[in-house]
């Protein structure tokens, strides 16, 4: 399956701690988005790339909050020092010039 | 600042009726806007884009309309089936012609019972 993946699945950790999701795109998609969702709630927007270039970053994106994408690859997100207001589903997409956003699975991320 | 609205709460069809669910936004002005699919636990499915200047996009059993006089799009599933239950998100996109991210509503959770 060529489609969005996306490391863990699932993570639990306790207040304070920081985590690293990883986001592997479609091969060749040169733009890579991250959102997060909580229950009830659609997709957040967070932050975008441009193959390595950072573009875009949602005022959401408190400073414990960093990500980047090396080689124009995969991606990584990472939490610092996370809280409980942290918990949510955190979802990678990617595309190429066109707007169709493919999504992958999403980490489910609980903060204790 | 931005707001979209979707249904709020499910709906519930019976199977073979046409299933219709609303998308209304205020403080956009969208390129265009897009209708996901999603189920428990999974990232949402792309299923249609439609463009400012289009009105009707369909594929399938899927239609979808786009007023952007009224900043309303309306999606439509004929002859629906319970395959079909699940949360549809609408998304607008490409506002002053950028590849940001998505605005998405909450989503409408779509029930098709037998």
């Known amino acids: 399956d060529t489609g969005v993946s996306q490391n863990p699945r699932h993570k639990i950790t306790k207040r304070g701690q920081n985590v690293t999701f990883r986001c592997d795109p479609i091969?060749?998609?040169?733009?890579l988005y991250w959102y997060r969702q909580t229950l009830g709630q659609g997709p957040e927007f967070l932050t975008y790339?441009?193959?390595?270039?950072?573009?875009?970053k949602s005022r959401l994106l408190s400073d414990r909050f960093s990500a980047e994408r090396p080689k124009g690859s995969f991606s990584t997100l990472e939490i610092q020092r996370t809280e409980q207001g942290d918990s949510a589903m955190y979802l990678c997409?990617?595309?190429?010039?066109?707007?169709?956003?493919?999504f992958g699975p999403g980490t489910r991320l609980l903060v204790l | 600042s931005q707001k979209i609205e979707q249904n709020s709460e499910a709906l519930n069809i019976q199977e073979g009726k046409t299933a219709t669910l609303t998308c209304n936004y205020t403080?956009?002005?969208?390129?265009?806007l897009q209708w996901y699919r999603q189920d428990p636990g999974r990232g949402p499915v792309f299923l249609l884009l439609?463009?400012?200047?289009?009105k009707e996009k369909r594929k399938e059993r899927l239609k979808v309309t786009f007023d952007t006089t009224l900043k309303q799009s309306l999606f439509h599933i004929t002859a629906s089936q319970p395959a079909d239950s699940a949360t549809y998100l609408c998304?607008?996109?490409?506002?002053?012609?950028?590849?940001?991210?998505?605005?998405f509503g909450k989503g409408t959770h779509l029930i098709i019972q037998p």
């Open positions: 997409a990617s595309t190429t010039g066109t707007e169709t956003q493919y």
């Open positions: 091969s060749e998609h040169n733009r």
């Open positions: 790339f441009q193959n390595e270039a950072q573009l875009e």
């Open positions: 403080n956009y002005s969208p390129a265009y």
């Open positions: 439609i463009r400012e200047n289009e």
């Open positions: 998304a607008l996109g490409g506002e002053g012609g950028g590849a940001d991210g998505l605005t």
